[in-house]
């Protein structure tokens, strides 16, 4: 609906045998398409800089992570400005889930204040593993705060005029109360699923936490976008940017809320993640002889398989490379 959606010089030089009106613009194909793969690799050498060196600045390990959750946020809230159509939802879960697998392994793949809130709150209760500091979640919620104002912005920018720009908003036939339910629903829903699938210790390594993750979104959006639809503070504040709308306090009150819930939640249901003798315990309730080594083997696997999931890249001690080639030797 905006460019024909060729993301490829090739596919975009195929105008030319359409007649001179079509192939005028022929070079934006080749122009748009090159500088974003230039783009790309660009932040491919900073954010992923252990492919590429051993060390790093410390200024480094935290802008990586930093900069993942902001691009990651601000191409999420650009899918939101203008995904029109009955299959917007599907376009939003998607775009999410990409970005999830993408950088999930260098930041954690929050991009979701809330999700970060529920990350955090699960380090206070006393996690074993993949920590996240309040100092580097803080750094999160400004990249993401930043990344929804770009992707705000670029929407408007590709769109040509910002009443074209889609943005979560409550509609005049639906009441605060309402909305604020809502969204503490979605957004519990949505940080109950990042918490079991992509932080638990009997869930790591697994490769489906990304498509779990968007298409919670998805059916989120199906179900209470028409209501409020947001379940992001970053993504409602697209409203304030776009529209000058002052009822984003809603996103920032009730989807924290619902992220810190999903954490006491998770915290109740899922012991083995903060108690460090409960591998060895599970191990000896099952007749295993050599229980406790063979629970540390297995948490050591579980967990580099998993690599830095939960925004523990720049905290960590050991790359994520180190931590899988360690689980091979065990």
């Known amino acids: 609906a905006i460019s024909g959606g060729a993301f490829n010089p090739a596919v975009g030089t195929m105008s030319l045998l359409y007649g001179t009106e079509p192939a005028w613009d022929v070079w934006a194909y080749w122009v748009a398409p090159l500088c974003g793969g230039a783009a790309a690799g660009g932040f491919f050498r900073v954010v992923a800089w252990r492919e590429c060196q051993d060390t790093a600045s410390t200024a480094l390990e935290v802008l990586a992570p930093c900069l993942v959750e902001l691009v990651g946020t601000a191409l999420l809230c650009f899918t939101v400005g203008t995904a029109q159509g009955e299959l917007a939802p599907l376009a939003i879960g998607a775009m999410l889930m990409v970005m999830v697998y993408m950088g999930g392994w260098i930041s954690g793949g ?6 970060t809130l529920a990350v955090w709150a699960r380090s206070l209760f006393g996690a074993t593993h993949g920590v996240l500091s309040w100092k580097q979640a803080a750094y999160y919620v400004v990249a993401q705060i930043a990344g929804a104002i770009l992707g705000a912005l670029a929407a408007w920018g590709a769109r040509g005029e910002r009443t074209a720009v889609l943005f979560p908003a409550r509609s005049e036939t639906t009441a605060v109360g309402e909305a604020l339910l809502g969204e503490f629903l979605g957004t519990f829903l949505l940080a109950y699923v990042v918490l079991h699938t992509a932080t638990a210790k009997r869930t790591s390594g697994n490769s489906f936490f990304g498509l779990a993750i968007g298409m919670t979104v998805t059916a989120m ?11 992001n503070p970053a993504v409602g504040t697209m409203g304030l940017i776009i529209d000058g709308r002052t009822d ?9 809320l619902g992220g810190f819930l999903a954490a006491v939640c998770f915290r109740i249901q899922s012991a083995e993640d903060f108690e460090a003798a409960a591998p060895a315990a ?42 899988r080639d360690m689980a091979v030797e065990v």
């Open 248 to 256: 984003l306090w809603m996103y920032w009150l009730a989807c924290p």
């Open 110 to 115: 929050h991009f979701n204040p809330a999700v």
């Open 221 to 231: 959006a199906c179900a209470i976008g028409p209501v409020s639809g947001a379940f």
């Open 282 to 323: 599970e191990a000896a309730a099952e007749g295993n002889v050599n229980a406790e080594s063979d629970a540390d083997a297995m948490t050591t696997i579980k967990a580099a398989g998993k690599g830095p999931w939960v925004g523990q890249e720049g905290v960590a001690a050991a790359p994520f490379v180190e931590e």
